[in-house]
């Protein structure tokens, strides 16, 4: 009884090791069972820096450079435009309601609930 329980609860962590990473499939990003795709509509939360500026949610700032989203971002409602692998890391890229793109780290932003998954 002891070993079935313990490889139960091996079987279990690994179904939980095996979501560690986001996977990008065709279109669509894969990531603690949620999905990201092109036209999904995702809601920013809170920043989770010290000044409640985002840490994995980037905007647009200037000839290829990038800066943190402000907490003025937050509760925001946006529009992924584009999903794509960089360095071994999912992104988003989306627009909203204020103008500027979005630069969206899918692990860092879910894992640190910069954004709430809306269906």
């Known amino acids: 009884m002891k070993r079935l329980s313990l490889l139960i609860c091996v079987m279990i962590s690994m179904a939980v090791m095996a979501?560690?990473?986001?996977?990008?499939?065709?279109?669509?990003?894969?990531?603690?069972?949620?999905?990201?795709?092109?036209?999904?509509?995702?809601?920013?939360?809170?920043?989770?820096?010290?000044?409640n500026s985002f840490a994995f949610v980037?905007?647009?700032?200037?000839?290829?450079?990038?800066?943190?989203?402000?907490?003025?971002?937050?509760?925001?409602?946006?529009?992924?435009?584009?999903?794509?692998r960089q360095s071994e890391k999912c992104f988003a890229m989306a627009k909203g309601e204020k103008k500027g793109k979005l630069y969206i780290d899918i692990e860092g932003a879910v894992d640190n609930k910069e954004i709430w998954f809306m269906q």
């Open 19 to 51: 979501q560690d990473k986001a996977v990008l499939q065709n279109d669509t990003i894969y990531y603690h069972f949620l999905k990201f795709y092109v036209g999904d509509t995702i809601q920013l939360g809170s920043g989770s820096s010290p000044n």
């Open 58 to 84: 980037h905007v647009k700032a200037g000839f290829g450079n990038t800066a943190n989203a402000s907490a003025s971002w937050s509760k925001a409602q946006v529009v992924i435009t584009k999903v794509y």
